[in-house]
């Protein structure tokens, strides 16, 4: 049988995919559905916390507790050399936020001798591992404590890097103890003309599942897009600028999120494929905003 392009493009998006991605590129998003329900433009002071939250908008670590480095980075997820810092942390009174014109800057910088050392010392003595050193410092926000949503539409306006070797990413995370992730976006910022997008789920008693897709664009350091993902009951479906990309069968993911955004460096992905950051590097990531929506009543 001989196949059209149309049929031949459809095709491989399909293959991409490991559940059986199904595109129909180029559908625009209809807004007219959705009303919003959370909305950061990033026009005054950012809200943030640590550990004592209380009304803020955005935490500057992970779930998992505790001021040791194992909570923010060096190595403890994906082999990452990054350590994500606020203000607060270890009292080194640094920030790698800054907020210019309604945009905010995510900054990765080489890390100073003195943050190196205080993330060494604060390693605690029960540890077992190297007591490593960050190689750079750089920022994460979530809305862990602010803001949760069951389905509905989240989105981002961001221009990523042109950092070798970063990891730049837009997420949404379930709660502890599963696998209950949306990868909106992530970049690896040596190769920006491809997106890798996608989702898993299930309990950490048993496997996770999954659903990926790596997908072809122009180079996306080059100017801000929007990266966004419809999640119903029905279907999770990923928009950048407000155009289809992918489009797959919502398998497991039912409990509410909360959003993520953060810039790695290295880590175990970008050495599988060759990239690596030089140690005197530096880049920004920019955000214009974050946005969620959830859909009207029989839209």
């Known amino acids: 049988m001989r196949l059209s392009k149309a049929s031949m493009t459809s095709l491989l998006l399909i293959i991409t995919s490991t559940y059986g991605l199904q595109a129909r590129p180029g559908d625009r998003l209809d807004r007219s559905r959705f009303h919003r329900t959370f909305d950061e433009e990033f026009n005054g002071p950012l ?15 992970y779930f998992f507790s505790g001021e040791m480095p194992l909570s923010r980075g060096v190595g403890a997820l994906h082999g990452d050399t990054e350590i994500a810092i606020d203000p607060l942390y270890l009292g080194l009174g640094l920030s790698p936020f800054l907020i210019a014109h309604g945009i905010l800057i995510i900054q990765v910088r080489p890390a100073e001798q003195r943050t190196k050392a205080a993330v060494q010392n604060a390693w605690p003595s029960y540890y077992r591992g190297p007591h490593t050193a960050p ?18 539409y989240f989105e981002a306006r961001i221009k990523v890097p042109t950092l070798s070797g970063g990891w730049p990413a837009f997420w949404l995370f379930g709660k502890a103890g599963s696998y209950d992730e949306i990868d909106v976006s992530e970049i690896l910022t040596s190769n920006p003309t491809v997106q890798h997008l996608g989702h898993q789920w299930g309990d950490q008693s048993q496997p996770r599942k999954t659903q990926r897709a790596d997908l072809n664009a122009s180079d996306l350091s080059k100017d801000f897009h929007v990266y966004g993902v419809l999640w119903t009951k029905r279907s999770i479906i990923y928009y950048r600028d407000d155009r289809e990309i992918a489009h797959f069968r919502n398998k497991g993911l039912n409990d509410p999120m909360y959003m993520l955004l953060d810039i790695a460096t290295d880590g175990d992905w970008n050495r599988k494929l060759g990239y690596s950051t030089p140690a005197n590097a530096s880049g920004d990531m920019l955000i214009d905003y974050v946005r969620a929506y959830q859909t009207y009543p029989n839209k």
Request: glycine share 12%; charged share 20%; proline share 0%.
């Open 47 to 61: 809200s943030w916390c640590s550990d004592n939250c209380d009304g803020q908008i955005w935490r500057t670590k």
């Open 135 to 152: 190689g750079f410092t750089s920022g994460l926000l979530t809305t862990e404590y602010s803001f949760r949503q069951r389905y509905g």
